[in-house]
């Protein structure tokens, strides 16, 4: 085998090693099954054993209370972007309020825009992304169809610590890349959703933990494939799911649980793994200048520039030769991103620090 690097990518991500190799050891024979998971029929037992051992395993992670459901969903989160409009806006007669702060929740506002009408709460564009709104930076209308935030802003690395209060209003959440990376109180939301390619496992699934009341809403005018009620009623098997994904989205729930031991000693490990990165930062003299403001820095992504151009791609070309990669800021942002999600294993991160550091005191 060639030597694994250490990968930085913001997603498809770094899987669990454990994992892959797992999941490796049963691609030939499924236990049980005689047979690959991918040759096997999703109406099968072995699948349904897998995707009921799933939730099982989300349930437990995240506390899920019992009027929630958990579906297993294809279009990836950007297709949710317009699910929870075209189910939860069009024909209300409502509006929905979006929190902006950043390329996430712009982006699912756009997909909103297309289903019926929206009211802009709180915009970070002016300041560049840069942080969450203040609680009195806001007012949420109490006639909403539903709220809607995003978890953690990928891009720009800004992260929610404390979500916003809603009350009776639906709170919809974009958890794609930070799902399973701390404990999250699910009653706070109606809809809390994410792609699993960054924390939970490959492209291809979609997760969505969707309160009971908001299922039995959803119009009967829409497709099935678009129809909260009809997905769930059939058990996100209304048509082949994606079963490879949800297979793996098993082992790295199991691995959350067993390996791990929770997610609040995931989060531990998060906030460790992202400390030694921002107090590099924070310590370059200015060297290295973070995007987001310090107070919402995100625990899964870092962003980062260095003082020019030519010095980035330096730092990135030096990087890469010692096994660190993918660590190209996206184009909006420039510079550079470390994604140290779950999976991301400490001597990754610390190979980074000494890189950072290293890099600093020759370049600076
Ligand atoms: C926060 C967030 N939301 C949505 C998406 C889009 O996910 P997908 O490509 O599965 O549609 C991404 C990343 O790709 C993301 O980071």
């Keep these: 085998m060639q030597e694994r690097v250490y990968n930085f990518s913001a997603g498809p991500a770094v899987l669990p090693l454990s994992v892959l190799r797992k999941a490796q050891e049963e691609l030939l024979c499924l236990p049980d099954a005689g047979c690959s998971v991918l040759e ?20 437990k992670l995240l506390n899920v209370p ?24 069009k024909n209300t007669g409502k509006k929905a309020d979006y929190l902006i702060s950043g390329t996430w929740s712009k982006t699912a506002l756009g997909e909103a825009k297309t289903q019926g009408e929206t009211n802009i709460l709180w915009d970070g564009a002016e300041s560049g992304f840069r ?9 949420g209308n109490p ?35 930070d ?17 699993a390619q960054k924390n939970a496992g490959p492209a291809g699934v979609t997760i969505v933990i969707i309160r009971d009341d908001l299922v039995e809403r959803s119009p009967k005018e829409l497709p099935k494939m678009l129809n909260y009620k009809v997905l769930s009623d ?15 989205v098993k082992l790295v729930t199991e691995w959350l649980l067993d390996h791990i031991g929770g997610l609040e000693k995931m989060e531990q490990r998060n906030a460790e793994k992202a400390k030694y990165l921002y107090d590099v930062i924070d310590r370059s003299h200015g060297f290295y200048r973070g995007h987001a403001d310090k107070e919402y820095r995100s625990m899964m992504n870092v962003p980062f520039v260095l003082p020019s151009e030519e010095l980035t791609k330096k730092f990135l070309d030096g990087a890469k030769t010692h096994h660190l990669t993918q660590l190209s800021g996206h184009r909006s942002v420039g510079g550079c991103r470390a994604s140290i999600y779950n999976a991301m294993p400490e001597e990754g991160v610390l190979a980074l620090r000494d890189f950072m550091l290293d890099f600093a005191r020759k370049n600076g």
Aim: with cysteine; net charge negative.
């Design 131 to 139: 942080r969450k709104p203040k609680p009195e930076e806001y007012t």
């Design 179 to 195: 799902i399973f990376s701390r404990s999250v109180d699910i009653s706070r939301f109606g809809i809390y959703f994410a792609c």
């Design 234 to 248: 059939g058990r996100s098997m209304v048509n082949t799911p994606p079963c490879f994904a949800v297979y793996m």
């Design 143 to 177: 006639e909403a169809a539903y709220c809607y935030t995003c978890s953690n802003e990928t891009i720009q690395g800004v992260q929610w610590r404390e979500y916003p209060d809603t009350g009776d209003i639906p709170l919809v959440c974009d958890a794609s890349s």
């Design 66 to 89: 019992d009027n929630y459901r958990i579906l297993f969903l294809q279009g990836g989160a950007l297709l949710q972007f317009a699910m929870i409009p075209m189910n939860f806006l």
């Design 40 to 59: 096997v029929s999703h109406r099968a037992r072995p699948f349904d054993e897998i995707i009921i051992q799933t939730e099982t395993n989300i349930r």
